[in-house]
């Protein structure tokens, strides 16, 4: 695909007015947004910000390429803008840009459009390409560089034939470069390493982690012949293979602007050993996990507004009181009713569906969005248990997200042998029917064995009446953690409501106290360990106090879903150290929910109320300290 294919007269400002680094971008997005080209410029410059909070994408030189790979574009497009007199756009040689490149990338770009953006990015390092950009007096005349310089590169050229250097020195250097969009900067490093080194002589292999894949990649024995490897990333590498090397570890922008100096460390050998820490789970380098972790943060990210909405909103309905949303309670408030309503009959309920639905879509784009709402909508309303309710929860959800987004791909590649004069049919009417009744069936066949789980561990947890209290309290604190709402969360609840019935109001205050510990103690590892946790994960952490706080354990679902590993074990290991402790104390609480909002009904006055609140607190504190001693350091972005 040529560049001129995405950069049209329709996306170019000759002139822009913007005086600023918001204003450009804004500017820039309504221009692609006229051109037709976004579904929705809100939420593509919402994509835009998120990106340049990682690290600037003002490269330098006069340039900037801010861009994104987002749902709200509806096809891949370049904007471009030009600013005669310069602004600042917080460059990282601190000087103003004056050519701006906006790159919009769909979710599901092919690789044909990925390899044309990253090809402008490389195009943008020539000196005598960005001139003549800069002295063009029409849109015409910009597009005409642009074919002029893809004339002169004969066509696409593949990374793995792109500037290999004559030997020169006798020494091989091995490069890796990734940026966490893998449109831009990452090939821009490349092809800034590849012409330095070319240019002083300097033998060097440059392997690209881009969106359309790893390119030019590194082989075994390319690394065993390696004197020196720069590893420039933003973003997770592989990096077990380098063991034993000398590798510099640095950001993706040093190698575009401190391009000679890393080529000088490399040569020089002034790098430090690289040492791989097998304890610290080699197969969180792979490409398999990398994978995962995309499909499972897409639905957690889209899920996040309706956990957060609903639990505040729920807790904000308990200033009325604990039962101000029963009818039938003298507590009765009808704004808290409907609080209430909206957070926990609403919010709540969609909670499940999102995360399996966006889940689906990462894996199978949009085609497997409604397999994977139906397949979590059934997750959390069939039970095919009498008495039961809830069905499998947020466990549940994802093992339908997964389900429906590789179900769909199934589906996809089956209709694919369909001729092409049925193409329009098929997102319309094969995919969704398809995948929808074979996601739906396994989900309606599988969801009762999982909801028997609830029934059965509720059935065993009666059986305790005469065991050690102490040992049922650590017992029902794990069990309300171990799955954050799924069937055995709601086993223990359902199981301290039962005591309650029964006047033993020991057991509900040991499920309450249990069930708050999680998103606490998630929310005290997020202040105590900052290096562990990126920055929206420490952001969701100032509302998981409140969630904690409010007895909504379901507040820990987006820390557990991107890393259940680590965070599950320590959710239940304070949350059971809570439930022993509770029970110890021999504390009593007659409210079934409230959190923090009940404390003042525990019995026993203010020494059991502190108790209390010890019991919460130092469990909270043991999940945040296992947590920060399970997760690793998170990689800094540039």
């Not at 469990?619 to 972005?637: D, S």
Request: glycine share 10%; hydrophobic share 50%; proline share 5%.
């Amino acid at each position: 695909m040529k560049i001129t294919q995405l950069l049209t007269e329709s996306t170019i400002i000759l002139d822009v007015a913007a005086s600023s680094k918001p204003e450009v971008i804004a500017e820039l997005v309504a221009q692609l947004d006229r051109a037709g080209k976004l579904n929705d410029p809100a939420q593509f410059t919402k994509d835009i910000l998120a990106r340049e909070e990682q690290s600037t994408t003002g490269i330098g030189e006069g340039i900037a390429i801010p861009h994104a790979k987002s749902g709200a574009v509806k096809e891949p497009a370049i904007a471009f803008g030009r600013s005669n007199s310069g602004l600042d756009y917080e460059s990282m040689d601190g000087q103003p840009a004056n050519l701006f490149f906006m790159i919009a990338a769909t979710e599901g770009a092919n690789d044909a459009h990925l390899e044309a953006l990253s090809r402008l990015a490389t195009f943008l390092m020539d000196g005598n390409f960005r001139s003549r950009i800069l002295a063009a007096t029409t849109k015409q005349e910009v597009l005409q560089a642009v074919t002029d310089k893809e004339i002169e590169e004969d066509g696409p050229v593949a990374p793995e034939d792109e500037h290999t250097a004559p030997a020169g020195s006798g020494k091989r250097i091995l490069a890796v470069t990734a940026c966490p969009t893998g449109i831009a900067h990452t090939y821009m490093a490349a092809e800034k390493l590849n012409e330095r080194a070319k240019e002083r002589g300097i033998d060097i292999k440059v392997e690209t982690n881009g969106s359309s894949g790893v390119k030019n990649r590194l082989t075994d024995a390319d690394i065993a012949a390696a004197d020196a490897i720069i590893v420039a990333a933003d973003t997770k590498v592989e990096m077990a293979r380098f063991a034993g090397k000398p590798v510099i570890q640095t950001k993706v922008g040093k190698a575009i602007y401190e391009t000679d100096n890393l080529l000088d460390r490399a040569m020089t050998g002034d790098a430090p050993v690289y040492q791989h820490d097998k304890s610290k789970d080699d197969a969180a380098d792979t490409e398999s996990k990398g994978l995962f972790y995309k499909h499972l943060m897409n639905g957690v990210s889209n899920m996040l507004p309706f956990v957060v909405g609903g639990g505040i909103l729920i807790a904000i309905s308990f200033f009325w009181g604990i039962n101000a949303s029963n009818p039938d309670s003298p507590e009765y408030n009808e704004f808290a009713a409907m609080l209430n309503t909206i957070g926990g009959g609403n919010a709540f309920f969609l909670m499940v569906p999102v995360l399996a639905g966006f889940i689906a879509m990462s894996i199978a784009e949009r085609p497997g969005f409604a397999p994977g709402m139906i397949g979590g909508l059934i997750a959390i309303t069939v039970t095919g248990v009498e008495g039961a309710s809830g069905g499998s929860g947020f466990l549940g959800g994802l093992i339908a997200g997964f389900l429906a987004g590789y179900v769909t791909l199934l589906v996809k590649r089956v209709f694919s042998v369909l001729p092409n004069s049925l193409e329009g049919l098929k997102p319309v009417l094969f995919f969704p029917v398809f995948s929808i009744a074979i996601t739906g069936i396994i989900m309606m066949l599988v969801n009762p064995q999982l909801t028997k789980v609830y029934t059965a561990i509720s059935a065993f947890l009666e059986s305790l009446g005469g065991t050690n209290l102490v040992l049922v309290g650590l017992l029902l604190g794990g069990m309300m953690a171990i799955d954050m709402g799924g069937p055995i969360n709601k086993a223990a609840y359902t199981f301290g409501i039962a005591m309650l019935d029964a006047q033993n109001f020991n057991f509900m205050a040991t499920v309450m106290a249990a069930g708050m510990v999680p998103p606490l103690g998630m929310a005290i590892a997020t202040t105590m360990f900052k290096n562990k946790f990126t920055k929206p994960e420490r952001e969701a952490g100032k509302t998981a106090y409140v969630l904690g706080a409010c007895f909504i354990t379901e507040g820990v679902i987006p820390f557990a879903a991107a890393d259940p590993a680590r965070v599950i074990p320590a959710s239940v290991a304070g949350a059971a150290f809570t439930g022993a402790l509770v029970m110890l104390f021999d504390v009593s609480l007659r409210a079934p929910h409230g959190g923090v909002f009940v404390m003042g009904l525990v019995d026993g006055g203010v020494v059991k109320i502190l108790l209390y609140a010890a019991a919460i607190i130092a469990g909270a504190i043991v999940t945040a300290i296992v947590a920060g001693l399970l997760k690793k350091k998170v990689v800094a972005a540039a």
